[in-house]
């Protein structure tokens, strides 16, 4: 008997895929694990290949990459948003002008979005692409985002030159 107190669906006798006469047993006394020790389907051995290192670290470096993604945008768009907001966020003299909204919305927002955005678009685009074409696809998504928070964005900047913080 295995360790295990029931089989898994595919060991049991009459199991869709299973062969008259095939119990599930390898005949060295322990249960046939089928397609688990493989990574793809092509094998009939179960021995492991090589090459699941080399997937391990593909990986672990899309992940990286779209961890530096994460903080890149987050970057860039508060490269972008801050300067825009210091107005609102400083409100001119004696802070007549302070916009909460701007400091309590409109930044965070602007600064998740740049979070989240290169990395999920990563995501999707690794699924589909090779690795060069999916950071374009994201430099590029980045930008329309940029650019429609620029179309749609404009907090209250200061009435003119002359109209300073004051003395």
């Not at 768009?77 to 907001?85: E, S, T």
């Not at 650019?147 to 907090?155: C, E, I, K, R």
Request: negative net charge; aromatic residues 8%; hydrophobic residues 45%.
């Amino acid at each position: 008997m295995s360790e295990n107190a029931l089989p898994e669906p595919d060991e049991v006798t009459g199991a869709p895929g299973a062969v008259d006469g095939d119990n599930g047993n390898d005949g060295d006394g322990g249960w046939d694990d089928g397609d688990r020790d493989r990574d793809d389907g092509d094998r009939d051995d179960g021995d492991r290949d090589d090459g699941d290192r080399d997937d391990v670290a593909d990986g672990r470096a899309e992940s990286a990459v779209g961890c530096l993604l994460a903080v890149a945008g987050v970057a860039v768009a508060g490269i972008y948003a801050l300067p825009r907001a210091a107005f609102s966020i400083e409100g001119g003299f004696e802070a007549h002008a302070r916009d909460w909204s701007v400091i309590l919305v409109e930044v965070p927002l602007i600064l998740l979005a740049g979070l989240l955005l290169p990395p999920m678009t990563w995501a999707a685009a690794t699924r589909w692409l090779r690795p060069w074409a999916a950071f374009l696809v994201c430099v590029a998504v980045a930008a329309l985002g940029l650019w429609g928070v620029s179309a749609v964005w404009h907090p209250r900047q200061a009435p003119d030159p002359g109209y300073g913080p004051g003395i």
